[in-house]
């Protein structure tokens, strides 16, 4: 079974400055990807960036980086500059491989807040 | 152009009554979900469709039957309702399964089903 969990339900950050959103998952697989969606008040779920477990580095996309330790199975969004749209839902997700691959299991989201 | 589009985006309804949500999807992915999001936020995979053969069938009351009448569409229609089934649906849509950037789910805008 995989789980993901997201220990900050909520999260404030002053904007331009960076915020790390945590994300630990657990799974019996040794290959996964792991997601981060963002989910504004507006309702809709943005993509926002993949991890492979197999990708050597971490993943970038713009102003989103993901900080990947396997080690410690964490996989952390990083958004630097943070803007007053960014203040969201945050979720994490994971896929793995078998029979569990059709699916995307959820953490339970971070709420950030923006503060201008 | 709308990629995944759910119908209708508001549905209001009493107990007792049967409704149904519809998806289509244009980007030409293979691999169909239905998503609960209860008032906490948590997100839980009820269905997934590949090529209009149900995958995932998680544990979810026999009250809601998916139905893919072909691999651009899937419809679900709930019988019953009970107040417990008021959240958001939403609908995403993949092209494949296996792990790879490419195959992040790409989601409707949700579908907000009260009822009193």
């Known amino acids: 079974a995989q789980k993901i969990t997201q220990t900050q339900p909520g999260m404030f950050v002053q904007e331009k400055e960076a915020v790390t959103l945590d994300c630990t998952y657990d799974t019996s697989d040794q290959s996964y990807g792991l997601f981060w969606y963002k989910q504004p008040s507006s309702g809709e779920m943005i993509f926002l960036i993949y991890?492979?477990?197999?990708?050597?580095q971490n993943a970038t996309e713009g102003r989103y980086s993901l900080n990947f330790q396997k080690a410690r199975k964490s996989a952390n969004l990083v958004i630097s500059a943070s803007q007053l749209g960014d203040s969201a839902m945050y979720f994490c997700a994971m896929r793995a491989t078998g029979a569990g691959s059709y699916q995307l299991t959820f953490g339970k989201g971070t709420k950030l807040s923006v503060i201008p | 152009d709308t990629a995944v589009s759910q119908t209708p985006k508001y549905l209001v309804t009493q107990m007792g009554n049967d409704k149904s949500i519809k998806c289509e999807q244009n980007l030409g992915h293979d691999t169909m979900y239905w998503y609960k999001q209860d008032s906490k936020k948590f997100l839980k995979i009820m269905f997934s469709?590949?090529?209009?053969?149900?995958?995932i069938n998680e544990t979810v009351p026999n009250r809601f039957s998916p139905k893919s009448p072909d691999k651009a569409h899937l419809n679900l229609h709930i019988n019953s309702l009970e107040l417990g089934d008021s959240a958001v649906y939403f609908c995403a849509s993949s092209q494949g399964h296996r792990l790879s950037g490419a195959n992040v789910l790409t989601f409707g805008a949700g579908s907000r089903l009260t009822v009193l």
């Open positions: 469709y590949n090529n209009k053969e149900l995958i």
């Open positions: 991890q492979g477990s197999y990708d050597e």
